[in-house]
């Protein structure tokens, strides 16, 4: 297959149950219309479990400091598989 961008060679990989295509030079991700649907349901899925655990953003206030930077081990959302 061919990218439609920069004519570069894409290749198929799957993420979780969807298959998407990747440009090997533009790093273009591109799929069908109903893997699109998919993966909306895979990421909606992934966040489903993790409401209850979510606590609330505190006030900005002038004394603090900045927060540490965030972990790449866990995934922050499903479609983040796409692109890490």
Same mark, same amino acid.
């Given at each position: ?13 799957? %993420?979780?149950? %969807? #298959? %998407? ?6 790093? /273009?991700?591109?799929?069908? +219309? #109903? &893997?699109? =649907?998919?993966?909306?349901?895979? &990421?909606?899925?992934?966040?489903? /479990?993790? =409401? ?23 995934? +922050? #959302?499903?479609?983040? +598989?796409?692109? /890490?």
């Amino acid at each position: 297959m061919t990218c439609p961008r920069c004519q570069e060679t894409m290749h198929t990989r799957n %993420v979780g149950e %969807v #298959s %998407v295509a990747q440009c090997a030079g533009c790093q /273009g991700i591109f799929l069908a +219309r #109903s &893997e699109l =649907g998919a993966l909306t349901e895979a &990421e909606r899925d992934f966040h489903a /479990g993790s =409401g209850p655990e979510t606590t609330a953003l505190p006030r900005i206030t002038a004394d603090m400091t900045a927060p540490p930077p965030a972990s790449r081990s866990t995934p +922050r #959302s499903y479609l983040q +598989r796409l692109f /890490g």
